[in-house]
């Protein structure tokens, strides 16, 4: 028997015309123990509904209209919380797209964990405590202890999914649903954390189910794939073979549409929008953006039929053969001319905040004496691993964090203080989108208040503008009046992007804005980042995880670890041929759906035996040697720098195959 079995689920939505639209459209799915399952598709496709109501979860204003979802054979739609409590957070557990709305942030991390092992068991204090540490360091957390005690405004992004897959796996769960399991995290803890999943998967027989925007983690954690779009499946069958070739003209465009680091192109995105619940009538939902669309294709919908042993696809005419990866040089011409925003040798320290927090011991720095410049018209891609002080950089810039040395040269910065043309001409879009939306206010709101306190538009303007910038960021009209609880994660994250740009403004502050966001909308995003760039002169800073969009999209490369610049070049020859082992590992960890079977470097933590190295990087270095222990490396290169002994010709530098 299947441990999760969905049977003709159907989740609809109350329409204009009070007649109910489906969501989620006769769903059939199967997962035993021990076995793997993708979903993927773009935001809108009904994914994270499907996953919440395998949990018995159904989202305001939307109904069960029929069918059912079971987890080791009790129904769970339809019942009550009560009845659920013992089954969710411990033999089911969810890991959520945003780890904010799974931590309560009045709560110590340690505490909130200690909770769910008191739920979900009967173990003495000690005992929980122990286990605290021991979640935390599985997941890869530096110094478990210390951070057990830290509140989650105290932790980065990546941190913070962590603590939340943590708390999942204190239930000691037999079914894992992984809702953008690695959003948020670097490429090395990615792979860790699906190592472990993995690992999970095969010594307990934990079930996994894993909704993803990132292929090449599907391709990485899971046996079998199924393709959503429109709110039902298109295509299912092994990853592999999916992969390789899929049959639907749909999963087609949407594995092409994945960045590749080896060619540094930014794929073309999908054309036209995903199909909105009332735009699906009829035929094959797909058939509007498909350009192999025919007449039958937009009478009737097909319907899911085997086309090979265990590989199932809906469409008429379903496609065999090679994928075509064609691509533009999303980067641009390269920008010249006076830096618009300049880091000279910026330190940020952290202070525990409160009365306390003054006996609590020295400041911590966090980034130490970097410094930066960004021309009008470039891209600067800031890299490196979750908690090596990227976001900080970022918000250090944007004035909402104190540097505690060095200088920041900015537009609009004339003294100490912030001035009104300062905050516009200096824009951040958050990782987060729900941290930076007012859940009260309406989309048009939303993007109107950069438009009314900036420009002092008139309504007509201002909802012209917001038409306009909604259009960019492949937004329907509509969504013009509705509330950020009513988009997904996807487009809430569009929606802050829009926002961003309605200032006009001159620096643009990136972070980790495509991380929820489906690689078709990323190719689109980041086009429009391009785009705005070279049309206004814009300068953009660029934090993300996802090196293959970094390296489409960025004119240079910098990489941090923990706190100081090691690496920076053109972002051609950083990834081709980095010259630091840090950089080398972050390129040798990115996942890609053809990639699955190169060799990999994964990274220890600290190994304990070298005290207050002279290079921070040498306890974790497979290369390292005497004198990276006792002497600081300094600079060496030229246009392509890094801060490392073995750069300096004692090693050959090797191009990186990936």
């Not at 962590?162 to 992984?178: D, F, N, Q, S, T």
């Not at 690992?199 to 894993?210: H, K, M, Q, T, W």
């Given at each position: 028997?299947?441990?999760?079995?969905?049977?003709?689920?159907?989740?609809?939505?109350?329409g204009p015309d009070d007649n109910i639209l489906p969501v989620v459209d006769a769903v059939d799915i199967s997962v035993g123990e021990g076995e793997s399952l993708g979903i993927a598709g773009e935001s809108g496709s009904g994914k994270s509904t499907l996953l919440l109501a395998m949990m018995g979860l159904v989202k305001t204003g939307l109904h069960h209209l029929k069918g059912q979802s079971r987890f080791d054979g009790l129904p769970m739609l339809g019942r009550n919380d009560e009845d659920l409590?013992?089954?969710?957070?411990?033999?089911?557990?969810?890991?959520?797209?945003?780890?904010?709305?799974?931590?309560?942030?009045?709560?110590?991390?340690?505490?909130?964990?200690?909770?769910?092992?008191?739920?979900?068991?009967?173990?003495?204090?000690?005992?929980?405590?122990?286990?605290?540490?021991?979640?935390?360091?599985?997941?890869?957390?530096?110094?478990?202890?210390?951070?057990?005690?830290?509140?989650?405004?105290?932790?980065?992004?990546?941190?913070?999914?962590?603590?939340?897959?943590?708390?999942?796996?204190?239930?000691?769960?037999?079914?894992?649903?992984?809702?953008?399991?690695?959003?948020?995290?670097?490429?090395?803890?990615?792979?860790?954390?699906?190592?472990?999943?993995?690992?999970?998967?095969?010594?307990?027989?934990?079930?996994?189910?894993?909704?993803?925007?990132?292929?090449?983690?599907?391709?990485?954690?899971?046996?079998?794939?199924?393709?959503?779009?429109?709110?039902?499946?298109?295509?299912?069958?092994?990853?592999?073979?999916?992969?390789?070739?899929?049959?639907?003209?749909?999963?087609?465009?949407?594995?092409?549409?994945?960045?590749?680091?080896?060619?540094?192109?930014?794929?073309?995105?999908?054309?036209?929008?995903?199909?909105?619940?009332?735009?699906?009538?009829?035929?094959?939902?797909?058939?509007?953006?498909?350009?192999?669309?025919?007449?039958?294709?937009?009478?009737?919908?097909?319907?899911?039929?085997?086309?090979?042993?265990?590989?199932?696809?809906?469409?008429?005419?379903?496609?065999?053969?090679?994928?075509?990866?064609?691509?533009?040089?999303?980067?641009?011409?390269?920008?010249?001319?006076?830096?618009?925003?300049?880091?000279?040798?910026?330190?940020?320290?952290?202070?525990?905040?409160?009365?306390?927090?003054?006996?609590?011991?020295?400041?911590?720095?966090?980034?130490?004496?970097?410094?930066?410049?960004?021309?009008?018209?470039?891209?600067?891609?800031?890299?490196?691993?979750?908690?090596?002080?990227?976001?900080?950089?970022?918000?250090?810039?944007?004035?909402?964090?104190?540097?505690?040395?060095?200088?920041?040269?900015?537009?609009?910065?004339?003294?100490?203080?912030?001035?009104?043309?300062?905050?516009?001409?200096?824009?951040?879009?958050?990782?987060?989108?729900?941290?930076?939306?007012?859940?009260?206010?309406?989309?048009?709101?939303?993007?109107?208040?950069?438009?009314?306190?900036?420009?002092?538009?008139?309504?007509?303007?201002?909802?012209?503008?917001?038409?306009?910038?909604?259009?960019?960021?492949?937004?329907?009209?509509?969504?013009?009046?509705?509330?950020?609880?009513?988009?997904?994660?996807?487009?809430?994250?569009?929606?802050?992007?829009?926002?961003?740009?309605?200032?006009?403004?001159?620096?643009?502050?990136?972070?980790?804005?495509?991380?929820?966001?489906?690689?078709?909308?990323?190719?689109?995003?980041?086009?429009?980042?391009?785009?705005?760039?070279?049309?206004?002169?814009?300068?953009?800073?660029?934090?993300?995880?996802?090196?293959?969009?970094?390296?489409?999209?960025?004119?240079?490369?910098?990489?941090?670890?923990?706190?100081?610049?090691?690496?920076?070049?053109?972002?051609?020859?950083?990834?081709?041929?980095?010259?630091?082992?840090?950089?080398?590992?972050?390129?040798?960890?990115?996942?890609?759906?053809?990639?699955?079977?190169?060799?990999?470097?994964?990274?220890?933590?600290?190994?304990?035996?070298?005290?207050?190295?002279?290079?921070?990087?040498?306890?974790?270095?497979?290369?390292?040697?005497?004198?990276?222990?006792?002497?600081?490396?300094?600079?060496?290169?030229?246009?392509?720098?890094?801060?490392?002994?073995?750069?300096?010709?004692?090693?050959?530098?090797?191009?990186?195959?990936?």
């Open positions: 028997m299947s441990l999760i079995d969905v049977s003709g689920l159907t989740i609809g939505i109350r409590n013992g089954i969710r957070g411990g033999r089911l557990a969810l890991i959520p797209q945003n780890a904010g709305t799974a931590l309560t942030p009045s709560m110590r991390i340690g505490r909130q964990i200690e909770e769910s092992l008191r739920l979900h068991g009967n173990l003495t204090a000690e005992v929980r405590n122990r286990r605290i540490v021991d979640l935390l360091a599985r997941v890869q957390l530096p110094d478990p202890v210390e951070l057990a005690q830290r509140y989650p405004h105290q932790l980065s992004g990546g941190q913070l999914q962590r603590v939340a897959i943590a708390m999942a796996l204190a239930g000691e769960p037999k079914a894992l649903l992984l809702d953008e399991p690695t959003t948020g995290l670097d490429v090395t803890t990615q792979l860790g954390i699906l190592d472990l999943l993995a690992d999970l998967r095969r010594s307990e027989g934990v079930a996994l189910i894993c909704v993803s925007h990132d292929l090449g983690v599907i391709a990485h954690l899971c046996h079998r794939l199924a393709v959503m779009y429109a709110g039902s499946i298109v295509e299912s069958g092994a990853t592999a073979e999916i992969l390789a070739a899929p049959r639907h003209p749909y999963a087609r465009a949407l594995i092409a549409s994945i960045p590749r680091i080896a060619n540094g192109l930014l794929p073309q995105s999908i054309p036209g929008r995903p199909a909105a619940a009332a735009d699906r009538a009829g035929g094959c939902n797909f058939a509007p953006r498909c350009v192999a669309a025919r007449e039958a294709c937009r009478a009737s919908a097909p319907a899911l039929q085997p086309v090979a042993e265990g590989h199932q696809v809906a469409c008429f005419f379903p496609t065999a053969g090679p994928l075509s990866l064609d691509g533009t040089n999303a980067a641009g011409p390269e920008a010249t001319g006076t830096p618009v925003l300049r880091l000279v040798d910026v330190s940020v320290s952290y202070q525990r905040p409160g009365f306390f927090g003054r006996f609590s011991g020295p400041p911590r720095q966090t980034v130490s004496k970097v410094s930066l410049s960004v021309a009008r018209g470039e891209v600067l891609g800031l890299v490196g691993e979750s908690g090596s002080g990227k976001s900080t950089v970022l918000r250090a810039i944007a004035g909402l964090w104190p540097i505690s040395g060095g200088e920041i040269v900015k537009p609009g910065s004339t003294g100490p203080g912030h001035s009104p043309e300062s905050r516009r001409a200096v824009q951040l879009i958050f990782q987060n989108p729900d941290a930076s939306l007012n859940p009260r206010h309406t989309i048009e709101e939303i993007i109107a208040q950069p438009l009314r306190l900036y420009f002092d538009m008139k309504p007509v303007e201002i909802r012209d503008t917001a038409l306009r910038l909604l259009a960019d960021v492949n937004l329907d009209p509509r969504y013009l009046a509705r509330y950020p609880g009513q988009l997904s994660g996807g487009e809430r994250q569009r929606v802050a992007i829009a926002r961003a740009f309605a200032a006009k403004p001159e620096v643009l502050l990136c972070d980790e804005i495509t991380s929820a966001l489906d690689v078709s909308v990323q190719a689109s995003v980041l086009r429009l980042i391009r785009d705005l760039g070279i049309a206004r002169g814009v300068a953009t800073l660029l934090v993300s995880h996802d090196l293959a969009a970094v390296r489409a999209l960025s004119h240079r490369i910098a990489v941090l670890y923990r706190g100081e610049l090691v690496e920076v070049g053109p972002a051609a020859d950083v990834c081709a041929a980095p010259m630091h082992p840090y950089t080398k590992a972050l390129l040798a960890a990115v996942l890609e759906p053809e990639a699955g079977g190169l060799h990999r470097i994964r990274l220890a933590p600290d190994r304990g035996d070298i005290q207050n190295p002279a290079c921070a990087f040498a306890p974790r270095c497979p290369d390292c040697r005497e004198i990276c222990v006792v002497t600081r490396p300094e600079w060496q290169g030229a246009e392509h720098q890094a801060r490392c002994h073995l750069a300096d010709g004692q090693r050959p530098r090797s191009r990186l195959s990936v």
